[in-house]
């Protein structure tokens, strides 16, 4: 059973959240929790923003949100923000070769008609237009696809070879080559100066399906309380629940993120 978020000690350099059904309420981030992520600035503790969308978002979300970096696309493009060149100014770091990206969008294509071969509902998500590495299908935004027929759509894909995960709305697909946490991982080493063999002085908050590497791989991973809509499914569980969902429970993980402070200290439990 996951412990209540109370029990979480131990100073904190950097909270990385999930955005979907975490940082959103029903789909927008509410007021209340962008002025927390503004507090965490305010008090030293970097915030990053892991998500599933489309590499479009990460560019703009680093322009408009108090955030050092936006890993998109569970990990394939990820935009670092880069200090004294203007607060849009980011590197970007793919989670492949660019040179094998042509060969793997055609094979990516091809899987999409399989998929469709077998499951005739099955679209790909209006922000596929935006993503440069993976693509998504549309079980639970603007489609509505039963939970087997997102499970088929998930099994298809990796059948032929593609890391496939479900979120809260999107079966996303990709090259088996990274996922949320390698991309977080490589945060860690070149943003923070940290090890990716000690995760202790980091957070982790999430919700669904696709965050089960970070809920694996971070020793202080968090979920919001509508993460129990996925509980047996999950490969990986967060050691920490809070009591409300989505962006609520986001806002009790950063308020008791405030009480903890921040540093070096790397004797978290």
């Not at 927390?36 to 998500?51: C, D, N, R, S």
């Not at 949100?65 to 670092?80: I, Q, S």
Request: net charge negative.
């Amino acid at each position: 059973m996951p412990e209540p978020l109370s029990n979480m000690t131990g100073h904190v350099r950097a909270l990385f959240s999930d955005i979907d059904g975490t940082l959103t309420t029903r789909g927008r981030i509410e007021p209340e929790t962008y002025a927390g992520l503004a507090e965490l600035e305010a008090a030293g503790v970097a915030v990053v923003l892991v998500t599933g969308r489309p590499a479009g978002w990460g560019q703009a979300l680093l322009s408009l949100a108090p955030v050092t970096a936006v890993v998109t696309e569970n990990g394939g493009v990820t935009f670092l923000r880069q200090p004294g060149r203007g607060h849009g100014s980011a590197a970007k770091v793919y989670g492949l070769p660019i040179a094998d990206l042509p060969g793997w969008r055609q094979r990516m294509q091809a899987a999409v008609v399989e998929v469709q071969r077998h499951v005739p509902a099955a679209r790909l998500s209006s922000d596929s237009l935006y993503r440069e590495v993976d693509l998504a299908i549309d079980w639970n935004e603007e489609t509505s696809l039963s939970t087997d027929d997102a499970y088929a759509v998930t099994t298809i894909l990796r059948t032929a070879g593609f890391c496939a995960v479900r979120s809260s709305v999107h079966v996303n697909f990709c090259p088996p080559l990274f996922d949320k946490l390698s991309a977080c991982l490589h945060v860690v080493r070149e943003v923070f100066g940290g090890r990716a063999d000690d995760l202790t002085p980091y957070v982790y908050v999430g919700d669904s399906l696709n965050d089960a590497p970070m809920f694996g791989g971070f020793p202080r991973s968090v979920g919001v309380a509508n993460v129990r809509a996925w509980w047996d499914e999950l490969t990986a569980r967060p050691r920490y629940i809070t009591g409300a969902e989505e962006g609520r429970g986001l806002r009790e993980v950063i308020a008791h993120v405030m009480t903890l402070g921040r540093g070096p200290d790397r004797t978290a439990t």
